[in-house]
């Protein structure tokens, strides 16, 4: 038997919850009272939430490292996404940890993403340190939630060892924790005290050579590629000649050319780095994530990180609208592909795959609200192209056709049971549990396809009158449960170039809800409105009111439009069909028919019309 040995100045610890739990705003106090920041010292809120689409949305998209220090030894703490569209996150850094805190809301207790992650952790045989939080809510049922968390470790098959989980309860956004709910908090030092004693320190044969799993990726101006991971075994130093050896077993030569390692959010500079500790390397410039570094002498590869199969593919193209060029500064087949394949080494849950159309490809990834993200992070670096309706990926296991399904929980007032169920009923949905807290709101729990969800949830929230919440969680795959339809509405096409007119819109209105307003432009193939009826109508938006000599009694030019609700990315994906497509630009968001001729159409729809 090998002999190992533990590095007790360390400990790698990674913070899962579901999404607005409070992971983040916990880690912000970590860092204060792990005095890290000096005295008066201005700090931002959130600081790990470092992406702009943080900020805006208050969810941690992307896992990110930090440390702190406390009585001497060095927490290593991975800030994860709560959302199960970035799984992918999640499953790279469990790579590198020994343990997890898992952080639940003392009034929602355990959602599907907190199953998720939770799932994965205990997959790893990982020990667990439960924290109720928020226990300062109104609503905070917190021996219930308590219960509730017993429940999901029985029902993940949670082993003995991890079911028997210390439990804090805690007060995140005042940065304190205690042993019970009746003792006195004052600071986070209970937890800090229980990540060093339930967390074990990171272990590895001294006999080993340097050996490192690299579990993400970074990029400086400076030094090139970076390559961030776990010391597994092994000592790492400063212009030492390694290999990386990658999928097929090649080992490419590099030389360490800088090595840091994490304090606090931000990168110190390094000597060398010991078994166990983060580390990010410079100095190696074809690597991805999954990838062992390790030396020349004795090159072995680790076991590479598993990654769940992705369920949604979609579209994505250039933008071949007759605006294409204006106000983006991507607008070539060659810069969408080298940007799609640059997020394939970023993010090891997305998948980009060529097309027998040179200027389109099909991005395979987690989820919608994934997808989203990485239309809009694209958006935002400049690139114009159009995106299709996100589409799930079916299988085919033994001749039968199989379908990924969710794990759906809602919660809702009382008073919207109906109309929640019959919805759901409709997309092929199938009420697991109901459960009435007595407060008023009702806990509705669903097993409903993937393709069920898509588009659902801006309806969701009109039916809920905005105070519904709902999450969901793949929970595997299930026999094709039948079609059923997407969309009950059609849609209003542009038939010219041109302006929108205050005249032609005021017509148009009783046609059904318009996306556009006066004085915005327009093309032939665009949609400017969900007509009220099943079937697509090509109109003239552009059209002036006729002029006459003859003087009119009314005020009839002063037209007074109905407000347009502002397109956004996740409503746009969700309203088209798949003979539509959403062009993105930096500017604008546009709805517009995959072929844009009323001519080129009405000959398509001819010809499916005589092939059925």
Same mark, same amino acid.
Not at 51 to 78: F, P, S, Y
Not at 343 to 362: G, H, I, P
């Given at each position: 038997?090998?002999?190992?040995?533990?590095?007790?100045?360390?400990?790698?610890?990674?913070?899962?919850?579901?999404?607005?739990?409070?992971?983040?705003?916990?880690?912000?106090?970590?860092?204060?009272?792990?005095?890290?920041?000096?005295?008066?010292?201005?700090?931002?809120?959130?600081?790990?939430?470092?992406?702009?689409?943080?900020?805006?949305?208050?969810?941690?998209?992307?896992?990110?490292?930090?440390?702190?220090?406390?009585?001497?030894?060095?927490?290593?703490?991975?800030?994860?996404?709560?959302?199960?569209?970035?799984?992918?996150?999640?499953?790279?850094?469990?790579?590198?940890?020994?343990?997890?805190?898992?952080?639940?809301?003392?009034?929602?207790?355990?959602?599907?993403?907190?199953?998720?992650?939770?799932?994965?952790?205990?997959?790893?045989?990982?020990?667990?340190?439960?924290?109720?939080?928020?226990?300062?809510?109104?609503?905070?049922?917190?021996?219930?939630?308590?219960?509730?968390?017993?429940?999901?470790?029985?029902?993940?098959?949670?082993?003995?060892?991890?079911?028997?989980?210390?439990?804090?309860?805690?007060?995140?956004?005042?940065?304190?924790?205690?042993?019970?709910?009746?003792?006195?908090?004052?600071?986070?030092?209970?937890?800090?005290?229980?990540?060093?004693?339930?967390?074990?320190?990171?272990?590895?044969?001294?006999?080993?050579?340097?050996?490192?799993?690299?579990?993400?990726?970074?990029?400086?101006?400076?030094?090139?590629?970076?390559?961030?991971?776990?010391?597994?075994?092994?000592?790492?130093?400063?212009?030492?000649?390694?290999?990386?050896?990658?999928?097929?077993?090649?080992?490419?030569?590099?030389?360490?050319?800088?090595?840091?390692?994490?304090?606090?959010?931000?990168?110190?500079?390094?000597?060398?780095?010991?078994?166990?500790?983060?580390?990010?390397?410079?100095?190696?410039?074809?690597?991805?994530?999954?990838?062992?570094?390790?030396?020349?002498?004795?090159?072995?590869?680790?076991?590479?990180?598993?990654?769940?199969?992705?369920? =949604?593919?979609?579209? /994505?193209? %250039?933008? *071949?609208?007759?605006?294409? @060029?204006?106000?983006?500064? +991507?607008?070539?087949?060659? &810069?969408?592909?080298?940007?799609?394949?640059?997020?394939?080494?970023?993010?090891?849950?997305?998948?980009?795959?060529?097309?027998?159309?040179?200027?389109?490809?099909?991005?395979?990834?987690?989820?919608?609200?994934?997808?989203?993200?990485?239309?809009?992070?694209?958006?935002?670096?400049?690139?114009?192209?159009?995106?299709?309706?996100?589409?799930?990926?079916?299988?085919?296991?033994?001749?039968?056709?199989?379908?990924?399904?969710?794990?759906?929980?809602?919660?809702?007032?009382?008073?919207?049971?109906?109309?929640?169920?019959?919805?759901?009923?409709?997309?092929?949905?199938?009420?697991?549990?109901?459960?009435?807290?007595?407060?008023?709101? =009702?806990?509705?729990? /669903?097993? %409903?396809? *993937?393709?069920?969800?898509? @588009?659902?949830?801006?309806? +969701?929230?009109?039916?809920? &009158?905005?105070?519904?919440?709902?999450?969901?969680?793949?929970?595997?795959?299930?026999?094709?449960?039948?079609?059923?339809?997407?969309?009950?509405?059609?849609?209003?096409?542009?038939?010219?170039?041109?302006?929108?007119?205050?005249?032609?819109?005021?017509?148009?209105?009783?046609?059904?809800?318009?996306?556009?307003?006066?004085?915005?432009?327009?093309?032939?193939?665009?949609?400017?409105?969900?007509?009220?009826?099943?079937?697509?109508?090509?109109?003239?938006?552009?059209?002036?009111?006729?002029?006459?000599?003859?003087?009119?009694?009314?005020?009839?030019?002063?037209?007074?439009?109905?407000?347009?609700?502002?397109?956004?990315?996740?409503?746009?994906?969700?309203?088209?069909?798949?003979?539509?497509?959403?062009?993105?630009?930096?500017?604008?968001?546009?709805?517009?028919?995959?072929?844009?001729?009323?001519?080129?159409?009405?000959?398509?729809?001819?010809?499916?019309?005589?092939?059925?």
């Amino acid at each position: 038997m090998k002999e190992t040995t533990r590095n007790e100045a360390l400990r790698n610890i990674a913070i899962i919850a579901h999404v607005d739990h409070g992971k983040t705003t916990l880690v912000d106090h970590m860092f204060r009272q792990s005095g890290l920041y000096r005295q008066n010292q201005e700090v931002a809120d959130r600081v790990m939430d470092s992406m702009d689409l943080e900020r805006e949305r208050g969810i941690t998209i992307a896992a990110k490292n930090c440390a702190v220090m406390w009585k001497g030894v060095k927490i290593n703490i991975i800030d994860t996404p709560g959302h199960a569209d970035f799984g992918g996150e999640v499953e790279r850094a469990l790579s590198m940890v020994d343990g997890a805190v898992l952080l639940v809301d003392s009034s929602e207790g355990p959602l599907p993403q907190t199953r998720f992650v939770l799932k994965k952790t205990l997959d790893r045989g990982l020990p667990v340190i439960v924290v109720v939080n928020k226990i300062d809510r109104k609503d905070a049922r917190t021996d219930e939630v308590l219960n509730e968390i017993y429940d999901l470790f029985i029902d993940l098959d949670a082993s003995e060892e991890q079911l028997e989980f210390p439990v804090l309860f805690a007060i995140g956004r005042e940065g304190l924790a205690k042993e019970s709910l009746d003792a006195e908090g004052k600071d986070l030092a209970p937890l800090f005290e229980r990540i060093l004693s339930e967390i074990p320190a990171p272990s590895h044969d001294p006999s080993e050579p340097f050996r490192m799993l690299v579990s993400d990726l970074g990029y400086s101006e400076f030094l090139g590629r970076l390559a961030v991971g776990r010391v597994i075994s092994g000592t790492a130093r400063i212009n030492q000649t390694l290999v990386c050896i990658d999928e097929s077993d090649v080992g490419k030569p590099l030389r360490v050319s800088k090595l840091q390692v994490y304090q606090g959010p931000s990168l110190t500079e390094t000597e060398e780095a010991e078994a166990g500790d983060i580390i990010v390397l410079s100095g190696v410039e074809e690597v991805t994530i999954g990838d062992t570094i390790c030396t020349a002498a004795a090159p072995k590869a680790l076991p590479r990180i598993h990654v769940d199969e992705p369920t =949604v593919a979609m579209r /994505f193209a %250039i933008n *071949s609208s007759p605006f294409a @060029g204006r106000e983006g500064k +991507f607008v070539q087949s060659a &810069k969408l592909r080298e940007r799609l394949y640059k997020e394939t080494l970023r993010n090891v849950a997305v998948q980009v795959e060529e097309t027998e159309d040179k200027d389109s490809f099909t991005v395979k990834g987690r989820g919608e609200f994934q997808m989203a993200i990485l239309v809009e992070t694209m958006r935002r670096e400049g690139f114009e192209l159009s995106v299709g309706r996100p589409e799930v990926i079916f299988k085919t296991e033994g001749g039968v056709r199989k379908e990924p399904v969710e794990h759906l929980s809602i919660d809702c007032d009382e008073a919207f049971v109906g109309v929640v169920t019959e919805k759901l009923s409709i997309r092929k949905g199938r009420m697991l549990n109901l459960v009435n807290h007595g407060s008023g709101r =009702v806990r509705l729990e /669903f097993s %409903i396809p *993937s393709r069920g969800l898509i @588009g659902y949830r801006d309806e +969701f929230l009109t039916d809920t &009158k905005g105070t519904g919440i709902m999450n969901s969680s793949l929970d595997g795959y299930e026999e094709y449960r039948g079609d059923f339809p997407s969309r009950f509405t059609g849609s209003i096409v542009c038939d010219r170039e041109g302006v929108g007119v205050p005249y032609a819109l005021f017509n148009l209105e009783p046609r059904g809800r318009l996306f556009i307003t006066a004085g915005e432009p327009v093309y032939e193939g665009m949609i400017v409105g969900e007509h009220n009826r099943d079937n697509d109508i090509n109109v003239n938006p552009c059209k002036e009111k006729k002029l006459t000599n003859m003087r009119a009694s009314g005020k009839d030019e002063n037209v007074v439009l109905s407000p347009v609700l502002p397109m956004t990315l996740e409503r746009a994906l969700h309203f088209v069909r798949e003979d539509e497509m959403v062009e993105v630009t930096p500017l604008s968001i546009r709805l517009r028919k995959s072929v844009l001729s009323a001519k080129d159409r009405h000959t398509l729809d001819g010809a499916r019309k005589k092939d059925k």
